[in-house]
């Protein structure tokens, strides 16, 4: 796998201290479309979202992995929204993101998507550690999804995670050019505290 440090202006322009992989982690869309990440990386960021807490220990989070030039990666390719379409086949990997919203039991359960978010963001943050990148989406066809994998209706499809290494922004179309580099936004952190410190 070849490494690619993230360009500095893309760093997060943090009020406080941040460790160095939640303050070097944005979501590129231009993605190295010749780089790899091979197998024992891929088990390592998956172990980093197995590892997430969730409700009652429940573990809701479902994963398909796609690898670029495979027919699951097409799949999961061809349900995406036109834009994401456009720049996320450069991605080493597609990642789709289901929760079990219903356990085998049929009862509901009622913390999974918040789950599966949390095992994703703990995905993005080792794969960051790793040297890699990662765009979660929520634009795709979800039905297309459920039909191309034969889904069990207690999986929601949530978000597809785009995974690899940073490419060359000027190989992007615009409008997407314009928005990799464009300066990145956050609320101010007192707008965020509703009530104490
Ligand atoms: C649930 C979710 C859905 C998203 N959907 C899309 C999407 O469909 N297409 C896209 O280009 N980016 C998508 N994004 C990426 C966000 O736009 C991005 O995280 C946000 O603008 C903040 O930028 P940053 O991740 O670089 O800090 C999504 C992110 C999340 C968490």
Avoid: C
């Avoid at 500095?8 to 303050?23: E, N, V």
Wanted: glycine share 8%; hydrophobic share 45%; charged share 25%.
């Amino acid at each position: 796998m070849t490494l690619a440090t993230a360009p500095t202006s893309r760093r997060a322009q943090t009020d406080a201290p941040l460790i160095d992989p939640l303050g070097a982690r944005w979501s590129p869309r231009a993605f190295d479309p010749a780089a790899e990440v091979d197998r024992e990386l891929v088990r390592t960021v998956l172990e980093a979202a197995r590892w997430a807490p969730s409700a009652g220990n429940s573990q809701p989070w479902r994963f398909i992995v796609a690898r670029r030039g495979t027919d699951v990666f097409a799949a999961v390719h061809d349900a995406l929204s036109g834009w994401n379409r456009a720049w996320a086949g450069s991605a080493a990997l597609l990642i789709v993101n289901l929760a079990e919203v219903v356990d085998p039991d049929g009862h509901p359960r009622r913390w999974a998507m918040y789950d599966l978010g949390q095992a994703v963001a703990h995905l993005t943050v080792q794969a960051q550690h790793e040297g890699l990148h990662t765009h979660q989406m929520g634009g795709f066809d979800g039905p297309r999804l459920r039909e191309a994998f034969g889904l069990d209706p207690r999986f929601e499809v949530m978000s597809i995670t785009a995974i690899g290494v940073v490419g060359d922004a000027d190989a992007l179309p615009e409008p997407l050019r314009e928005r990799e580099v464009a300066p990145r936004r956050r609320k101010a952190l007192e707008e965020l505290v509703l009530i104490g410190e």
